[in-house]
C-alpha cells in the first residue's frame, strides 16, 4: 500500500475523482490557493494572525472565514509566526461541522491536499483521525487506509475512536462487512491492540444496523470464544437487531442463554424482547415476560408498559391495556401523557367516547396536562361519531388550554362537517385556520372539493383548485380523482378527458382509481371504443388494471349487446394475471340469458368451478330466470335444486321469479306451493306474486 506523505506532491490524485464531488467550477475552484475568493492580503504583522487564530481557537467560523484563515495560516507557516497544528485541525474540525454544506468533506481533503503540498507543519494523529472520517464519509474507504497507514507508520497510537470509524466505514459497504469483523479479531491483535468490549459492541450496532445480523451473530459467538467477554450492552443490541428481523427463536434462545455468561437481563433486555413479542403478536408471551421481569426483581420502566399497552390498544384489548395503566400507578410509576393518549386513541377507534373522556380526565386528576395529540384523538373520535357540536366544543376548549390546533386538527374538523353536509361551517374553518396562521394543505382542500364534486357543485370544486394553487399548493392525483368522479356523475365526460390530459401536462401521473372513474364515465355513456383504448393505455403506462376496472369494461360490452367483445375482453385479462371474481361472470351470464341464450350462459358455470369460483345467487337467479322466460320451468327447477345441493339458500328473488314463471304457464298450484313454501321460509312475497298466485 503507497503511504501518503504530507510534504511531497504526491496526495493520491484519485481525489478529484471521487464520485459526487465538486466540479471543479465550485468548490474545488474555490479552494485552489490563488483563486479569486481565496486571495487575501498576507498577515505579515503577527498581532493580525494571532487575532485570527485566536477567533479559530474560540468560535466556529463560517465556510468562507475558514477558507480565508485557512489561506492566512498556510502562507503564515513561511513566515516567522507559524500558526500550530492544532489551528489546522480546528479549521478543519470546523469545517467537518457544517452541516448545511454538503461538500464538507471534500473541501477538508482538499485543504489538506494544498497543506501537504505547500506547507511545513506536521500533521498530528488527530489530524489523521480527522481525515480518516471524511474518507470514510464520502465512502473512500480506500484512502481511509491511506491514511491510516501513515498515521501508524509515523509512530501513533491509534485510539478507540480511530478504530471505530474505519469500523462504521467498513460495515457502510455491505460488500466489506466481513472485513469488519477481520479486522477486530485478526489485524489489531497483529498489531498489538486487544479489542475491548465497547469497541466490539460498537461493531456489533453498525452490523444489526446494516441488517447483517449473519455476521452479527458470528461476532458475538468469536467475543464468546475469543473475548472480550459479551456484556449486557452486547446482547441487548444483537437481541434487538434479531427482533427487528423477526428472528423471535434466535431472540429467546439467546434471552435464556445469558445465565450461562454471567450476565442478568435488564429493564432494556426485557423490554425488547417484550416489543418483539408484541410486534409478533405474542401478547401472552409478552405478558409472561413482564411477570418474570418483576418477579426477579427487575422493575419495569415507563417504556416497558408504554410498550405493552401501545400493542393491546392496536389488538382492541382495551380492558387488558387500561389495566396495564393501573398496575404502572400502583407500581409508583408516573406516566407520561403517551400511554393515556394510546388510551384515547383506542377508545375513539372502538367508538366509545365517554371512556376516551374519562382517561383524559384521569389524566388532567393526575396532573397530566393533555397534549395537542390528546384532543386531536379525541377530535377525530367524535367528527367519526358524527358529534360536531361536541367537535367544535372540544376545539374551543384547546384553545382556552393555550394549546394551538395544527393543520391536523382543523382539517379533521372540516372533513367532519363535510360528512355532514354542514359546507358552510367547514368553509368557515378554513377561514379560522388561516386567520390563526396555520396554513390549509393539499388534505384540507382535497376534502372540501371531494365534497363539493359529491353534491354535484362543479363550479365551487373548481373555484377552490384555483384557490389552493394560489396558495402554492399543488393539486395532487386525489384531488383530480374527486374531479374526475364530480364531472363523470354529472355526466360531463368531456371534461374529465380533458382534465386526464390536464394532469399528463402537469406531471400528475393518474393512478388506477382516476383512470377507472373515467372508463366508469365513458362505459356509462357508451363510449366503449374510447374505453378499450384508455385500459390498454393504463397498460401501456406500467399500471395494471384490477378485476374491478376490467369488469366495468365488460359490463360496457354486455350493456351494448357486444358480447364477442365482453368475452375477448375476460380472456385478455386472465392472460394478464387479473381473475375474474364473480361479478364480472354475473355481467356476462346476464347479458347472454337476455339474448335468449340461457343454455349457453348455463355453461358459464362449468368455467367459473374450474376457475376457482363458486356461483352465488345472483348466477342462479339470472338462469333461472332465463329459462322461465323461456317456458323451460323443468329446467328452472332444477336450477334451484342445484343451488340448494350447493347450499346456496334460493332468496324471494328466486321464488319470485318461478311464481312467476308458472302463473304465465296457468300452473297456479305450483304456483300456490312455491308461495307457501317462501312464507315457511321467512321470506316475504310481493304483492305482485300473491296476486299471480291467487289469481
Known amino acids: ?17 471521487i464520485p459526487g464531488s465538486p466540479k471543479p467550477s465550485s468548490l474545488r475552484t474555490c479552494l485552489t490557493h490563488g483563486g479569486n475568493r481565496l486571495s487575501v492580503p498576507l498577515a505579515t504583522n503577527a498581532a493580525k494572525f494571532s487575532s485570527a487564530n485566536t477567533r479559530v481557537k474560540r468560535e466556529s467560523v463560517s465556510m468562507e472565514e475558514a477558507l480565508h484563515l485557512f489561506d492566512e495560516m498556510l502562507r503564515a507557516e513561511k513566515g516567522e509566526h507559524k500558526p500550530s497544528v492544532f489551528s ?12 448545511n454544506q454538503e461538500d464538507r468533506y471534500f473541501a477538508v481533503l482538499s485543504l489538506f491536499d494544498r497543506w501537504s503540498r505547500e506547507g511545513g507543519i506536521y500533521p498530528n494523529d488527530y489530524t489523521y483521525g480527522i481525515l480518516i472520517n471524511c474518507c470514510c464519509q464520502v465512502r473512500r474507504i480506500d484512502l481511509a487506509f491511506v491514511f491510516f497507514g501513515r498515521l501508524v507508520k509515523e509512530g501513533f497510537r491509534v485510539d478507540s475512536s480511530t478504530w471505530n470509524i474505519l469500523l462504521k466505514g467498513l460495515c457502510v459497504e455491505k460488500e466489506r462487512v466481513s472485513e469488519a469483523v477481520d479486522m477486530v479479531f485478526d489485524k489489531m491483535p497483529k498489531m498489538g491492540y486487544q479489542p475491548d468490549v465497547v469497541l466490539c459492541n460498537t461493531l456489533m450496532h453498525h452490523l444489526c444496523k446494516m441488517k447483517a445480523i ?3 451473530e458470528e461476532l458475538f459467538n468469536k467475543m464468546k470464544s475469543k473475548g472480550p467477554k459479551p456484556n449486557t450492552v452486547t446482547c441487548n443490541i444483537l437481541l434487538n437487531g434479531l427482533c427487528k428481523k423477526r428472528a423471535l427463536k434466535k431472540a429467546e434462545a439467546l434471552f435464556h442463554g445469558m445465565g450461562k455468561l454471567g450476565i442478568s437481563p435488564d429493564v432494556i433486555i426485557y423490554s425488547t424482547l417484550m416489543d418483539g413479542f408484541c410486534k409478533k403478536g405474542e401478547m401472552e408471551k409478552a405478558q409472561n415476560l413482564l411477570r418474570e421481569m418483576i418477579s426477579k426483581g427487575v422493575e419495569p420502566d415507563v417504556v416497558t408498559y408504554s410498550m405493552l399497552v401501545d ?18 400507578v400502583l407500581r409508583g410509576l408516573k406516566p407520561n401523557v403517551i400511554p ?4 384515547v386513541n383506542g377508545f375513539c377507534k372502538q367508538g366509545e367516547m365517554e371512556k376516551a373522556e374519562r382517561i383524559v380526565r384521569e389524566m388532567v386528576f393526575r396532573g397530566i396536562k393533555p397534549n395537542v395529540v390528546t384532543y386531536s384523538v379525541l377530535l377525530d373520535g367524535f367528527c367519526k361519531q358524527g358529534e360536531m357540536e361536541r367537535a367544535e366544543k372540544l376545539v374551543r376548549e384547546m384553545i382556552s388550554d393555550g394549546l394551538e390546533p395544527d393543520v391536523v386538527t382543523y382539517s379533521t374538523l372540516v372533513n367532519g362537517f363535510c360528512k355532514k353536509g354542514e359546507m358552510e361551517k367547514a368553509e368557515k374553518f378554513v377561514k379560522e385556520m388561516v386567520s390563526r396562521g396555520v396554513k390549509p394543505n393539499v388534505v384540507t382542500y382535497n376534502t372540501l372539493v371531494d365534497c363539493f364534486c359529491k353534491k354535484g357543485d362543479m363550479e365551487k370544486a373548481e373555484k377552490l383548485v384555483t384557490e389552493m394553487v394560489s396558495l402554492g399548493l399543488e393539486p395532487d392525483v386525489v384531488t383530480y380523482s374527486s374531479l374526475l368522479d364530480g364531472f363523470c356523475k354529472q355526466g360531463e365526460v368531456r371534461k374529465a378527458e380533458i382534465l386526464v390530459n390536464g394532469m399528463f401536462f402537469k406531471g400528475v401521473e393518474p393512478d388506477v382509481v382516476a383512470f377507472s372513474t373515467l372508463l366508469n364515465g365513458l362505459c356509462k355513456q357508451g363510449k366503449m371504443e374510447k374505453a378499450e383504448s384508455l385500459v390498454n393505455e393504463m397498460i401501456c403506462r406500467g399500471l395494471m388494471p384490477n378485476v374491478k376496472t376490467y369488469s366495468m369494461v365488460v359490463d360496457g360490452f354486455c350493456k351494448q349487446g357486444e358480447i364477442e367483445k365482453a368475452k375477448k375482453l375476460m380472456n385478455e385479462m386472465i392472460s394478464m394475471g387479473v381473475k375474474p371474481n364473480v361479478v364480472t361472470y354475473n355481467m356476462l351470464v346476464s347479458s347472454i340469458c337476455k339474448e335468449g341464450a340461457t343454455e349457453k350462459a348455463y355453461k358459464l358455470i362449468h368455467e367459473m368451478v374450474s376457475a376457482g369460483l363458486e356461483p352465488d345467487v345472483v348466477t342462479y337467479n339470472t338462469l333461472v330466470s332465463g329459462f322461465c322466460k323461456q317456458g323451460e320451468m323443468g329446467k328452472a327447477e332444477d336450477l334451484v335444486r342445484e ?3 350447493k347450499g346456496i339458500k334460493p332468496n324471494s328473488v328466486t321464488y319470485s321469479t318461478l311464481v312467476d314463471g308458472f302463473c304465465k304457464r296457468g300452473e297456479m298450484k305450483k304456483a300456490e306451493k312455491l308461495v307457501n313454501e317462501m312464507v315457511s321460509r321467512g321470506l316475504k312475497p310481493k304483492s305482485m306474486v300473491c296476486a299471480n298466485a291467487d289469481y
Open 340 to 343: 393515556y393518549n394510546m388510551l
Open 88 to 99: 489546522f485541525n480546528r479549521i478543519f474540525v470546523d469545517i467537518c461541522r457544517m452541516k
Open 214 to 216: 449473519g455476521k452479527a
Open 311 to 328: 400493542w393491546l390498544c392496536k389488538q382492541g384489548e382495551m380492558e387488558k391495556a387500561e389495566k396495564s395503566v393501573r398496575e404502572m
Open 643 to 645: 343451488m340448494v345441493s
Open 1 to 17: 500500500m503507497a503511504i501518503l506523505s504530507p510534504h511531497n506532491t504526491s496526495f493520491p490524485p484519485s481525489i478529484p475523482a
